[in-house]
């Protein structure tokens, strides 16, 4: 097991945070990391989670596989090298049958401040201008033109840059994966019962920010039913999302605050639930007021997913 020089439980946190900045940033979704270094996607999950120590091997493996070396990823203290190998991946040209999951590298979280290459800060301002106008105005009426006006770049930059729609629209839905996940501390829940309760509220709500991430989805959910390329890419980022509310529920057993058992079907079955009210709410096919939104989800908790022993939050 790793032990650092910070103390154990800010030690491990440090450590956890700069495995999933390197992971971010070398743009390879959680599955395909957990099967390079050999274990299972549940304990990388639940590593990255705080409920299980990642192992030396592991991290020595994680290094090898992010481009950034073992001693800034345990202490913190060494420079951190270029990410130098997925980016490059990305400049050849995929064949019609292509799997893009693994080749698109999500924009990760910045803090402000913090040094980024030109070629990595205009990839994210291509990004989210993207994501507004795929979810505002919809994924088929957007060029590359409208993209490049919207974040002040050439189209030939935008080009540049993702190659194709497909790639650009993976980008898009890992962003909507990083926005998600921002909510409240969805990637290191310190309080699983109070995450999971805010995080169900938020996707009850109509804030602007909510409202085009369930777009994006919805719009890609549509096009994935006859385009096999976007159905790869869309399993591949959803399956990053499952990985992180697997963690959530995992941290929350742990602590006995939300019931054993079969976690991957627990978390299907949640996920099930969330997306239908986001689509029924979305659409506004089916009369859903805020109200009876948020009874819905906090009777389905209280039904299904948490063991009664925790406190109920004010407002619940």
Known sequence: MVETSEGAENGRQTLIDRL?????GAGINHSEVARKIGIEPSKLSKSLAGTRKFRVEEISAIATLTNVTADWLTTGRSARPPLRGAIGQMHHEPSDSAVLTDMVPPPPPVESGEWMSKGTRNRRRIVSAAWELYADRGIDNVRAEDVAAACGLSA???NYHFRTKPQLLQAALRYSLETIAGVRDLNEPSDPVATLRHFARVHA??????RRVWS??????????????TKRNLTAVYSEWLDMITGVVAAGQSQGTIRTGN?????????VFIDGLGVARSTQHMPITDEEALSMLDEYLDA??????HPQEEGT
């Open 263 to 271: 976690t991957s079907l627990m978390v299907k079955a949640l996920s």
């Open 205 to 210: 709500g109509v804030d602007i920010t909510v």
């Open 20 to 24: 999933r900045e390197a992971i971010a």
């Open 304 to 309: 299904h997913i948490l063991t009664g022993t």
């Open 216 to 229: 994006i989805w919805i719009q890609s959910w549509a096009r994935a039913e006859s385009d096999d390329q």
């Open 156 to 158: 030939s930059a935008v």
